[in-house]
């Protein structure tokens, strides 16, 4: 585990609401879709809503993925901090798992910044081995 991939959690939560919320506005165009005459028509599917409704399916399935993907690799990072030792633990998770920045991290903590910036070195150090 390096600072990139510690780094890339709040991205990853991002990405994911991202495409949730893509995922959703499909769904909602979807079905605010109607027949454009209103008559009744037979009870086969318009070969245009049919391929409609596979394009969106395919792409519900691309999206569901590549969300099981990117909570695989949020897993690992939390699962990584969560066996840290203490203070290590306390300041990688607000750090990176919350977004914290270092400041505010210390001043929860109860430090300085410089201490802050000392453990975190030690930190890296640590796992770069």
Sequence with gaps: MN?????????LENKINALQEQKEMMQKTFLSVKQPDGMPHGSGISDMVGKTVCKIDALEQKINEKIDELLV???EIQLFVMELPSPY??????????GKSCKV?????GYSERWFYEKQSEIMRKIAV
């Excluded at 633990?89 to 919350?98: H, S």
């Excluded at 991290?105 to 903590?109: D, G, H, L």
């Design 89 to 98: 633990y306390e300041i990688m998770w607000k750090r990176y798992i919350e």
């Design 73 to 75: 690799l949020k897993s």
């Design 3 to 11: 600072k990139e991939t510690l780094q890339q959690y709040i991205y």
């Design 105 to 109: 991290v210390a001043n929860e903590m």
